[in-house]
């Protein structure tokens, strides 16, 4: 079950998958159950096959910190076109073809990466997020809102822990540790 926490002033979190054979509803469920298991801090997965349904969502979700998965073809249009928008977070280009669209996706940067194995994509994703659950934690420690700080780090330490299988040593990890032992 999702999480929301765009109800205390910080953004909802929505992955979106713009593709015109996984965004189908009636297509590619192991795939979509996969990545629906990342975390319960994502407010939402949705899934779209065409422009206009994504452009209108798009359009109707301004606070929001959207992670987007999408094709090299509908890439090509749709991340010149929306990369400069603030809910954009990061995008992920799921294809046959890495070599030729990373040379045109290389000039974005909210690009996270050019990928061909869904499992890569995954990963990346994951390492997103834990990033981002961090940054959020740190957001609303500095709000003092300890609870919700606490929920993002737990987060993002799981992420990086039953996910990526990083160790407690590992650096990323500690400084999350010492955060939490802060709050206590």
């Known amino acids: 079950m999702a999480i929301n926490t765009s109800d205390v002033g910080r953004p909802r979190i929505i992955a979106t998958w713009f593709d015109d054979q996984i965004g189908k509803s009636e297509t590619h469920q192991a ?3 996969k990545f629906a298991t990342l975390s319960r801090l994502i407010t939402e997965w949705k899934f779209f096959d065409t422009y206009d349904a994504f452009d209108d969502d798009l359009d109707k979700n ?31 280009i799921f294809c046959h ?50 609870g919700l700080a606490r929920l993002n780090y737990k987060e993002a330490k799981r ?21 939490l032992d802060m709050l206590d």
């Open 31 to 33: 795939t979509k159950n």
């Open 62 to 92: 301004i606070n929001t910190k959207v992670l987007l998965i999408t094709s090299g073809g509908l890439g090509r249009h749709v991340v010149p076109a929306k990369h400069h928008l603030p809910q954009i977070y990061r995008i992920y």
């Open 97 to 146: 073809d890495v070599e030729s669209n990373r040379q045109w996706s290389n000039e974005y940067n909210k690009v996270s990466g050019v990928f061909n194995i869904e499992d890569l994509v995954y990963e990346r994703m994951a390492d997103d997020l834990a990033i981002l659950f961090f940054e959020e934690g740190e957001a609303y420690r500095r709000s003092s809102e300890r």
């Open 159 to 179: 992420i990086l822990m039953n996910i990526l299988k990083l160790s407690d040593r590992d650096h990323r990890v500690q400084t999350i540790n010492d955060e």
